[in-house]
């Protein structure tokens, strides 16, 4: 379904009013003043090489202000967080194509102890090679950087202008991992250099070994100023005040995981993905 603009207001509204107790600390930006992305930004977002996929998830991520709230540049080195199947990489590559860099931290399947989580990882890594190197006018230049979750390590000291990370905090969270990841992230970034979080939000804080997939804000702005972040921005870009949190499979019986009995399936369309925090952190810089 499309949204008219004086729906999808509406609907920010409602969201404000529903994640004010979880920050109360931060003002979030107001949608209706994010800066608009730029003509490079738009057109990459746009391009006809997008999977059509990915293209209809637009109306949920809404990339073009998310990136925009992030203060990307195309002349920026841009670090993505494990980046799964490629969905923002298919915009950031080609825009930072000319006169930045992409990178792509995947976890480094060695690094994981044999099994289950190990293919995992190996699949995730040869898939998004392989769709690298199968569209080389949209990712000749990007990067692949593999990592090891245990202490992980992302670029060289200072080398990156902004890293960012969707939906990936609960996963480290439950392994343990979360305060390495942040740290690695401060590290990486310049002085003065931005990180940009999109999470699922909680009602409030849950335990570390929470299976819903739903993370408290204030939980991750403490993880972020633990590794010496400062909280520059909360923005409402990506809320869903019809999302209630309390589904049987937590996040993933929404869209676009689906893990529902199909008689639910309008229930859980017509509610859409999920609420989600969208923060920006800054990396002091040096006096």
């Known amino acids: 379904m499309i949204r008219t603009p004086l729906s999808r207001a509406c609907m920010l509204a409602v969201g404000l009013a529903l994640a004010a107790p979880l920050a109360q600390a931060v003002k979030p930006a107001d949608t209706a003043t994010l800066p608009a992305p ?5 057109a990459a977002i746009d391009n006809g ?17 998310t990136l925009a709230f992030f203060g990307i540049r195309p002349d920026q080195t841009v670090v993505e967080i494990t980046p799964g199947g490629g ?3 298919e915009i950031l590559a080609p825009y930072l194509k000319a006169n930045g860099h992409y990178v792509a931290a995947v ?13 995992y990882q190996q699949r995730s890594k040869d898939g998004l090679e392989k769709k690298f190197a199968g569209a080389p006018a949209q990712f000749d230049r990007a990067h692949v ?3 090891d979750p245990a202490a992980p390590s992302f670029g ?6 902004l890293v960012l990370t969707f939906r990936n905090v609960h996963n480290w969270r439950q392994a343990g991992q979360a305060e390495g990841m942040f740290k690695g992230f401060f590290e990486v970034l310049k002085p003065g250099g931005v990180l940009g ?14 299976k819903s997939g739903y993370v408290g804000q204030d939980q991750v702005i403490a993880l972020a100023r633990a590794a010496g972040f400062e909280l520059a921005g909360s923005s409402e870009v990506n809320a869903n005040p019809r999302d209630t949190k309390d589904h049987p499979n937590g996040v993933w019986t929404l869209p676009p995981s689906n893990n529902h009995p199909e008689a639910d399936r309008a229930k859980y369309q017509a509610i859409g993905e999920s609420d989600r ?6 990396k002091p810089r040096q006096e």
């Open 197 to 210: 979080v999109v999470e699922h939000r909680a009602r409030a804080d849950v335990a570390a070994d929470d």
């Open 87 to 89: 969905w923002y990489a």
């Open 156 to 161: 060289p000291a200072g080398s990156a202008d």
């Open 38 to 42: 730029d003509a490079a930004l738009q």
């Open 277 to 282: 925090m969208t923060l920006r952190f800054v």
């Open 145 to 147: 950087v593999a990592y």
């Open 49 to 65: 090489s997008r999977d059509p996929a990915n293209v209809a998830r637009d109306v949920h991520r809404h990339p073009g202000q």
């Open 107 to 119: 976890v480094d399947p060695q690094a994981v102890a044999e099994g289950r989580g190990r293919d």
